[in-house]
């Protein structure tokens, strides 16, 4: 190619590549020149500040830099000389006079000691540090210490905080050789504003600072001192960040991010420090049978000690009453009467085997998941307008993109390594805009933050789009060539106009103007959306919007164009195209299709797919307070505490004659069950899951399983045969095999490719290709290939604030926390960091209540009531309480409100009228 460059590097002619530096052509030809400053990994800029990894250039006075130094036409380097050779020695040994000797080293085997040992120096000629100068230890950080006495100034903690991961919070203070790293303004590092993503930690390559895990108490370690590493998965969301594990005498020690498409080498605190929840003590070791003489089915039992209300048992006589329970039901009642939840944090073999499970033994379609309460609504508005449920675009993409609205979303806690990606756009100059009813980390670096009022969705995005129809903005040529219901849309459009909206979303009608002029004037746009748009009962109503805005613009199919939903679960996606939907088999097949049932009977050996579609998992938890389903198999669930007025879904667990759980803890759930099956956790396992990205990992056994949990694929089977079933499976291998047989998206991903790429994205054309990131540039899988446009309209919540209950309940998630808290309440940097229930006002309102920061409130819905420690917040609206759902002692779905979205069923989690007071036991410590 002619814009390669040719130049000699110790001898020998080499290429390089636009932009590439003398560094990393050495590299890719087999020289690691030594380097310090310099990071080999995707995203960090070289600074070429500490000298080790000099060259010489022939004709050149000065020795230069190579990481940052762009080769010539013609150049000769020489980088093995004496001269260079001796001049990075010098700069290693003057770096060591200032460090702790190797043997009390914080990382024995840190970056730097590598390169030393790389270069024959094992200490330093050079007078050491006067003691007075050595900083002090700051341990006030639980999870990172900081000993700045290794500390070389090199900068890149700044850049891994500041443009890796945009956090800003590390900066340099102090001059020359007495710089260092400050967090904030110089607070102690655990009073600062980080987030704990570990970057700063994964990039310092002295041991400066360090994963606490890894040191002692006289603060000395060595990060190489494990006995394996295992690269997987991350198990908490649907980013699917690869990490590597690094496990010590049968525990993990630390974990570091690894290069995966998602991630590129990052992680959130979650990834980085919260997977000690495997080893925590409640974990379930025995199968438990309950007991004859237990109390009465509630939440009174201890998840630390579960005996007071079970029994131990042998894996064969809890499988046995397990599977005689469901099998009593089915003979007795039939097997519509048996209903089960799957689970997406569980691998896709193990989805697919229970909804095979489900369907073969039971032979209707009473099985769903998470995904219900989720992204049910905007999954149901994809299928009917674009004809596919998965992001048209990876999240990565916005690396491409000019224009980027965030919607409903709050990505810095909840996607914090996609977040980084958004913020990096942002900072590039990129137009981010986020739309959300509450105040959030992401809208400091967005150009225009629409705090608009919740639920008003459709009347927002409907004047954004009246705008840009009336206006003529809209992409003409590809609204003709690839869309269908336009000229509807259009006349349905005319009504919504900026100034009548503008009293329902509370935006302002020029704000509306210009948003939607930057939206369709760009040449790139996605659209990133989440929680805040889907559960609402106009939820599917929602999605429609940002999928005609995407449509109308012409924002699909080109690299930096997009519609991406953003996944939560690590293996959402996954269980969902796996067929753990009622309506649909793997790969969205419908059940009421005769050929669908048909090629399932053939891959079955004669199973009967029935081809009523079944119920959803709140339908289900009312059948069952309704005594029509009597028996339910929960895998890695937790609907005791996720599932919508939960007193309700408590009652109908407790109405249940039989319930099966299959955690890894004694969940809220499962102090409901009968028989409880001890799962091995994500890191114990092996298995794939896939991203929000369509991205197909491998994850792998880091650790082995604690007492007698066993794998989930193999209770399943286990289960399955007791339950009658043909199944010889012997392995997560096998059952993948299968899944091929009739989903289509998993063509060209083979077990094979998995072990060895870690990676693929669907779909995939070849055994070559790496998966397409982008999709649709050619049409849509629908009919005539065309997308289509479906006209919302404007619907209230279900439930409106009165006289009783004035203000507005929206509840959500905080960085530290998963979901119901049953992993992340006992990871211990998680809990330590977020340890209290609690939820936020506006400080005006706090005020009118008379409550101070940190005193108790009492929240009341007509579902009802709970007492929860309140936090002042700004970006909370005046008229809301945000309570997060991660707490038993005050668990949000007390108070939240079932009613469903009619297409999606998803209920309105995000919606309820509340009261909000002093609470009285405040009052009367007062
Ligand atoms: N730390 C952490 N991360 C998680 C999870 C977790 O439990 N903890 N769960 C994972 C899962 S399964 C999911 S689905 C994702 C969810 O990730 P998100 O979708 O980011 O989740 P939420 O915090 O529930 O809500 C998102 C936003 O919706 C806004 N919102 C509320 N009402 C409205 C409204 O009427 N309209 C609009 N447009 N916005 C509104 C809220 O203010 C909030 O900022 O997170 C995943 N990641
Ligand atoms: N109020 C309110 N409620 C909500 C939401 C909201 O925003 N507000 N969001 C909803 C959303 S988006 C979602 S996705 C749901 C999530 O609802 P759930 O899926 O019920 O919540 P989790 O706490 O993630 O439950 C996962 C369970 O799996 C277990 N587990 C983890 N790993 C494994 C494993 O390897 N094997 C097995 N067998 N079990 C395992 C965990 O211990 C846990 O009990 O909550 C919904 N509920
Ligand atoms: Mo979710």
Redesign the pocket.
Known sequence: MSDTIRFTLDGSTLEARPGETIWEVAKRNGTVIPHLCHKDAPGYRSDGNCRACMVEIEGERVLAASCIRAPAEGMVVSSQGQRETQARRMVMEMLLADQPERAAAHDRSSHMWDMAEMQGVTESRFPTIEPERIPLLDDSHIAMSVNLDACIQCGLCVRACREVQVNDVIGMAGRGHDAYPVFDIDDPMGASSCVACGECVQACPTGALMPASVLDEAQEGDSADFDSETKSIC?FCGVGCQVSIKVKDGKVRNVDGINGPSNEGRLCVKGRFGFDYIHHGHRLTKPLIRREDAPEKGLNVDPGNPLTHFREASWDEALAKAAEGLVDLRSYYGGKTVAGFG????TNEEAYLFQKLIRQGFQHNNVDH?TR??HASSVAALMENVGSGAVTASFNEIENADVAIVIGANPTENHPVAATFFKQFAKRGGDLIIMDPRGQALGRHARSMLQFRPGSDVAMLNAIMNVIVEEKLYDRQYVEGFTEGFFEFREHIRAFTPERMAEQCGIAPDILRDVARRFAGAQRGMIFWG?GIS?HVHGTDNSRCLISLALLCGHVGRPGTGLHPLR??NN?QGASDAGLIPQVMPDYQSVTDPEVRELFRHIWKGTQINAAPGLTVVEIIDAMYRGEIKGLYV?????A????DVEHARASLAKLDHLVV????L?ETAMFADVVLP????PE?RGTVTNTNRQVQMGRRAVQAPGEARE?WRIIVDLARRIGLDWDYDGPRGVFDEMKMSMRSLHHITWKRLEAEDSVTYPCSGPDDPGQSVVFGDGFPRRAGRAKFTPARVTPPAELPDENFPMVLT???QLEH??????TRRASVLDAVEPEANCSLHPDTLRRIGVVPGGMIRLTTRRGTLTVMARADRAVAEDMVFLP?AYVEAA??IL?NPALDPFGKIPE?KYAAVRVEKAEDTLAAE
């Open positions: 198990p689970s997406a944090k569980c998470c309460l989720c929680m559960q939560g679960q959402v895998l890695g669930e937790n609907p505490m996720s599932d919508p299959q955690d890894i803890f969940t799962a091995a956790a994500f396992k989930d509840t959500g998630r998963w979901h119901t808290g049953s992993m759902f949000a779905n939240t989690f």
